[in-house]
């Protein structure tokens, strides 16, 4: 009621008093001709003279309005848009097809019509989202503008009020900010005790001048601070944009460096890791010291730059130095040792789809826990493949291992306090068996040989993480080495010396001085060469299978071959792996590639003979491993999708 009484109110204000004098005249007339009658003619002459004469008055005042609004909307249209060529803000109406309705003075001068289109035609695609939006755009000569965009609504049409706001000197102001950034780096000398063994004192100082020298030399090219810490140790202070710089010719340090081994005749390589993102000095210190464990556990060579949550690595061409050092073997011994005494129960979990180094590695660990009467279960899939349960049942066979292997809801309800975990080749928490066991232990040790990736378990009391090492199973066998009083059965050493083999591929690959040490070691305690060989038999269907893989493979630039498997058989990971071996055999492959699909995860087995790094590869698709051998797993992918990933990493690989 309210609503409808303001109303009325409203019309009868937009008349003139005079048109209400002329109604109140017609209401007294027809009141007086019924009081006072006349003749009827004359009363209806009388009321309609004056219902004209109102009338009349009503079209001219309503003229006359509609005639001062045109003239006022006029002057108030000059005045605005005599106002907005005064603003010093470039300013155009453009319609929703990016055509220019109309520009300001400002925009005239500045704003070629092409650019005003795009900008307007960018914030069109956005307006869906936010009917008032904002983009930043470059003219082209360097000039920056945030074009920002108001929504026009007309009774027959749309436009857009697009507002350029000069962000040039903001920009520029930035982006120095940005590249002066103090980066903090540390660089590490790749094997300096080992690689000056055997010389004199005047060699070693030749060596040492000439490596400091290119060092400082690259550092002062490149505008930085550098400072020794050790005598295989720097750290280096620099600005963002030689950082940058640095990326786009992928470190050559790494080659400046290698080329004064070709001058020394040895083995020099340097590590590098590097970071600036973050906040503060101490957290950038500390992302640098991190970056450059990974390099070092990558197994060196290398560059690493952290940026925000991610890892960008640079160089890793080389297959790893082994240490012919044993210090560490022992010390790690020494550490397990005391850690398993100190627990009340040890667990041992390896990767998800174990394979025969993985349980290699854990049934030495059960040996350690037994010989020190500690109770001990190894966490495994519900299911494994042919080879990894033949390996099991082999060690079943010795008293005290037919309750040592458990599925993980055989021992999730367990007490954990005071327990031990030991995660076995691998160092990723996503690719253990369950990743939820490793959040119940306050004490994990890791112990892998894989190149360290982006993700690690970084919460261990003990990481025995050796690169250059060929397997799991031969850290483990050098910590069997350093355990005192230990006595090895034939099936336990012979389970161990499978791992061997098994990653070494008949000790053809990654194999150095100290795996042959503790092959010769394990065979102390009577193993059986054909007994192991049994391990490995396949049967017809599974031969069958591994020969149509290679059948099928096709080869990229003739020295790629890439295979994919539709076949849902239930060793599939192993004849993959087994047939990207065989893809090797190949004359002028340089490394293979297979595929194939178990559950819902497509898993790709990568096998090089050193020339090409497959870890590299498959690292881009959220894989890793070693230089020779590497693997990736991809959750919810067709295997044509994976196929097409790995393809694109390929070319990008080969294009470096």
């Given at each position: 009621?309210?609503?409808?009484?303001?109303?009325?109110?409203?019309?009868?204000?937009?008349?003139?008093?005079?048109?209400?004098?002329?109604?109140?005249?017609?209401?007294?007339?027809?009141?007086?001709?019924?009081?006072?009658?006349?003749?009827?003619?004359?009363?209806?002459?009388?009321?309609?003279?004056?219902?004209?004469?109102?009338?009349?008055?009503?079209?001219?005042?309503?003229?006359?309005?509609?005639?001062?609004?045109?003239?006022?909307?006029?002057?108030?249209?000059?005045?605005?848009?005599?106002?907005?060529?005064?603003?010093?803000?470039?300013?155009?109406?453009?319609?929703?097809?990016?055509?220019?309705?109309?520009?300001?003075?400002t925009?005239?001068?500045?704003l070629?019509?092409?650019?005003?289109?795009k900008?307007?035609?960018?914030?069109?695609?956005?307006?869906?989202?936010?009917?008032?939006?904002?983009?930043?755009?470059?003219?082209?000569?360097?000039?920056?503008?945030?074009?920002?965009?108001?929504?026009?609504k007309?009774?027959?049409?749309?436009?857009?009020?697009?507002?350029f706001?000069?962000?040039?000197?903001?920009?520029?102001?930035?982006?120095?900010?940005e590249?002066?950034?103090?980066a903090i780096?540390?660089?590490?000398v790749d094997?300096?005790?080992?690689t000056?063994?055997?010389?004199?004192?005047?060699?070693?100082?030749?060596?040492?001048?000439?490596?400091?020298?290119?060092?400082?030399?690259?550092a002062?090219?490149?505008?930085?601070?550098?400072?020794?810490?050790?005598?295989d140790?720097?750290?280096i202070?620099?600005?963002?944009?030689?950082?940058?710089?640095?990326?786009?010719?992928?470190?050559?340090?790494l080659?400046?460096?290698?080329?004064?081994?070709?001058?020394?005749?040895?083995?020099?390589?340097?590590?590098?890791?590097?970071?600036?993102?973050?906040?503060?000095?101490e957290?950038?210190?500390?992302?640098?010291?991190?970056?450059?464990?990974?390099?070092?556990?990558?197994?060196?060579?290398?560059?690493?730059?952290?940026?925000?949550?991610?890892?960008?690595?640079?160089?890793?061409?080389?297959?790893?130095?082994?240490?012919?050092?044993?210090?560490k073997?022992?010390?790690?011994?020494?550490?397990?040792?005391e850690l398993?005494?100190k627990?009340?129960?040890?667990?041992?979990?390896?990767?998800?789809?174990?394979?025969?180094?993985?349980?290699?590695?854990?049934?030495?660990?059960?040996?350690?826990?037994?010989?020190?009467?500690?109770?001990?279960?190894?966490?495994?899939?519900?299911?494994?493949n042919?080879?990894?349960?033949?390996?099991?049942d082999?060690?079943?066979?010795?008293e005290?291992?037919?309750?040592?292997?458990?599925?993980?809801?055989?021992?999730?309800?367990?007490?954990?306090?005071?327990?031990?975990?030991v995660?076995?080749?691998?160092?990723?928490?996503?690719?253990?068996?369950?990743?939820?066991?490793?959040?119940?232990?306050?004490?994990?040790?890791?112990?892998?040989?894989?190149?360290?990736?982006?993700?690690f378990?970084?919460?261990?009391?003990?990481?025995?993480?050796?690169?250059y090492?060929?397997?799991?199973s031969?850290?483990?066998a050098?910590?069997?080495?350093?355990?005192?009083?230990?006595d090895?059965?034939s099936?336990?050493?012979?389970?161990?010396y499978?791992?061997?083999v098994?990653?070494?591929?008949?000790?053809m690959?990654?194999?150095?001085?100290?795996?042959?040490?503790?092959?010769?070691?394990?065979?102390?305690?009577?193993?059986?060469?054909?007994?192991?060989?049994?391990?490995f038999?396949?049967?017809?269907?599974?031969?069958?299978?591994?020969?149509?893989?290679?059948?099928?493979?096709?080869?990229?630039?003739?020295?790629?071959?890439?295979?994919?498997?539709?076949?849902?058989?239930?060793?599939?990971?192993?004849?993959?792996?087994?047939?990207?071996?065989?893809?090797?055999?190949?004359s002028?492959?340089?490394?293979?590639?297979?595929l194939?699909?178990?559950?819902?995860?497509?898993?790709?087995?990568?096998?090089?003979?050193?020339?090409?790094?497959?870890?590299?590869?498959?690292?881009?698709?959220?894989?890793?491993?070693?230089?020779?051998?590497?693997?990736?797993?991809?959750?919810?992918?067709?295997?044509?999708e994976?196929?097409?990933?790995?393809?694109?990493?390929?070319?990008?690989?080969?294009?470096?």
């Amino acid at each position: 009621m309210g609503k409808n009484k303001g109303k009325g109110v409203n019309f009868f204000k937009s008349f003139s008093s005079r048109i209400v004098i002329i109604a109140l005249l017609i209401i007294c007339a027809a009141f007086v001709s019924i009081i006072v009658p006349l003749s009827l003619y004359v009363d209806i002459i009388l009321i309609l003279l004056l219902c004209i004469i109102a009338i009349f008055m009503c079209v001219k005042e309503l003229r006359d309005k509609k005639y001062k609004l045109n003239e006022l909307s006029k002057n108030v249209d000059s005045i605005f848009k005599d106002s907005l060529d005064l603003i010093e803000i470039p300013m155009a109406i453009v319609g929703m097809q990016g055509n220019i309705i109309w520009k300001n003075n400002t925009a005239e001068h500045l704003l070629p019509d092409e650019y005003i289109e795009k900008a307007a035609l960018k914030l069109e695609s956005l307006k869906k989202k936010s009917p008032n939006s904002s983009i930043l755009e470059e003219l082209g000569n360097g000039d920056i503008y945030n074009a920002i965009c108001n929504q026009i609504k007309f009774e027959d049409f749309d436009c857009m009020l697009v507002s350029f706001i000069d962000k040039t000197y903001e920009s520029s102001l930035k982006q120095s900010l940005e590249d002066t950034r103090v980066a903090i780096g540390f660089l590490f000398v790749d094997n300096y005790d080992e690689t000056m063994q055997g010389l004199d004192e005047i060699q070693k100082a030749e060596v040492s001048s000439v490596l400091t020298k290119e060092i400082r030399s690259w550092a002062r090219e490149n505008k930085g601070v550098l400072a020794r810490l050790d005598k295989d140790k720097y750290a280096i202070f620099i600005e963002k944009k030689y950082v940058d710089k640095m990326e786009e010719t992928s470190f050559d340090i790494l080659e400046r460096v290698r080329n004064v081994t070709k001058i020394t005749k040895l083995p020099i390589t340097v590590s590098l890791g590097v970071s600036y993102n973050e906040d503060t000095l101490e957290d950038r210190y500390n992302a640098g010291s991190s970056a450059l464990d990974i390099a070092l556990g990558r197994g060196g060579d290398q560059a690493v730059v952290k940026k925000d949550k991610k890892y960008d690595f640079f160089g890793g061409s080389n297959l790893g130095l082994e240490k012919t050092s044993k210090v560490k073997a022992r010390t790690m011994a020494q550490a397990i040792r005391e850690l398993i005494e100190k627990s009340e129960k040890v667990y041992v979990v390896g990767h998800r789809n174990s394979d025969i180094d993985c349980v290699g590695a854990a049934i030495g660990i059960c040996k350690i826990a037994k010989y020190l009467d500690k109770p001990v279960n190894v966490v495994i899939d519900a299911k494994c493949n042919a080879s990894t349960q033949a390996v099991i049942d082999k060690i079943k066979n010795d008293e005290g291992y037919d309750d040592v292997f458990k599925t993980y809801p055989d021992v999730k309800n367990d007490d954990f306090t005071n327990a031990l975990l030991v995660v076995v080749d691998t160092h990723k928490k996503s690719y253990l068996v369950e990743p939820e066991l490793l959040d119940k232990f306050e004490k994990v040790v890791v112990i892998d040989h894989h190149r360290r990736g982006p993700e690690f378990i970084d919460n261990a009391v003990l990481t025995y993480h050796e690169i250059y090492a060929s397997s799991a199973s031969e850290l483990v066998a050098e910590v069997l080495m350093y355990t005192d009083g230990i006595d090895i059965s034939s099936n336990e050493a012979e389970c161990i010396y499978a791992g061997l083999v098994v990653d070494t591929k008949n000790f053809m690959f990654k194999t150095g001085v100290r795996t042959f040490e503790v092959a010769a070691y394990l065979k102390k305690f009577g193993i059986d060469v054909a007994e192991v060989k049994l391990l490995f038999q396949n049967n017809f269907d599974t031969y069958v299978a591994k020969v149509d893989i290679v059948k099928n493979a096709e080869f990229i630039h003739d020295k790629i071959a890439i295979s994919v498997s539709h076949t849902t058989h239930k060793d599939m990971p192993i004849i993959a792996a087994q047939a990207a071996d065989e893809l090797l055999s190949i004359s002028g492959i340089q490394a293979s590639f297979v595929l194939c699909k178990v559950d819902d995860v497509v898993m790709i087995s990568g096998r090089s003979m050193g020339d090409i790094n497959v870890q590299t590869i498959l690292e881009k698709i959220g894989g890793g491993g070693h230089l020779t051998f590497a693997g990736a797993q991809i959750a919810g992918v067709t295997l044509d999708e994976a196929k097409s990933r790995l393809l694109d990493s390929i070319e990008n690989y080969l294009a470096q």
